[in-house]
């Protein structure tokens, strides 16, 4: 079974500074995606990026960004240029592409002004 | 709006009753995922549809837990004789491959 873990509950970041935020995962699978989630307050949980796990080559979308390391099997995620509005709990997930996705607990991040 | 819906948004009911939540995918997806969320935590799977063919049931969903996907469109999740350990965010998901699910906003159930 996969398992991912976030182990930080809560962070907080400065506007316009950038913060990373920590996954890890364990599973016998070789090929699978993984992804980050946010969650506003009572809104709608949106996909923030997606990485397939035979690209060697961390994916970007515009201030976010992943560091995956399939060995340690580790995906960080990084937002730049905090924005007001990423105040959001973040999800780490994975799918194998079979079904269903495994979600972390997720981190609850604060941007303060 | 294209978008995954679901309705009702709210539901509050007493301990006993029975409820039934909609789902209504993104018209192209053929695959579609029911998810439970209780407060502070991520996300869990309770059931995966393939058109109307239920492939995957989690032992999450007891006996008192039904999904049904008629005619591979929309979907119905019921929950007979409800307890409070009930009481989550009722999520659902659809995607046409199964590693980019969309999921829409979800009903909240709260159990008196």
């Known amino acids: 079974a996969q398992t991912v873990t976030q182990s930080q509950p809560e962070m907080s970041v400065q506007e316009a500074e950038t913060v990373t935020l920590s996954c890890t995962y364990d599973?016998?699978?070789?090929?699978?995606?993984l992804f980050w989630y946010k969650q506003p307050p009572s809104r709608q949980m949106i996909l923030v990026i997606r990485?397939?796990?035979?690209?060697?080559q961390n994916a970007t979308e515009n201030r976010f960004s992943v560091n995956f390391q399939k060995a340690a099997k580790s995906f960080s995620l990084k937002i730049s240029d905090s924005q007001l509005g990423d105040t959001a709990m973040y999800f780490c997930?994975?799918?194998?592409?079979?079904?269903?996705?495994?979600f972390g607990d997720g981190t609850t991040l604060t941007v303060k002004p | 709006d294209t978008g995954v819906s679901q309705d009702p948004r709210h539901k509050i009911t007493k301990r006993g009753q029975n409820v039934t939540f909609r789902c209504d995918p993104i018209?192209?997806?053929?695959?579609l995922y029911w998810y439970r969320q209780t407060l502070g935590q991520g996300p869990e799977f309770l059931t995966y549809?393939?058109?109307?063919?239920?492939?995957?049931k989690s032992r999450l969903l007891s006996d008192r837990f039904s999904a049904e996907r008629p005619k591979g469109s929309f979907s119905t999740l019921e929950i007979q004789r409800t307890e409070q350990g009930d009481s989550a965010m009722y999520l659902c998901?659809?995607?046409?491959?199964?590693?980019?699910?969309?999921f829409g906003p979800g009903t909240r159930l709260t159990v008196l």
């Open positions: 990485q397939e796990a035979y690209k060697q």
């Open positions: 018209s192209e997806h053929n695959r």
């Open positions: 599973t016998s699978e070789n090929n699978y995606y």
């Open positions: 998901a659809s995607s046409f491959r199964p590693a980019e699910q969309f």
């Open positions: 997930a994975f799918n194998t592409n079979a079904g269903k996705s495994t």
């Open positions: 549809f393939q058109n109307e063919a239920q492939l995957e």
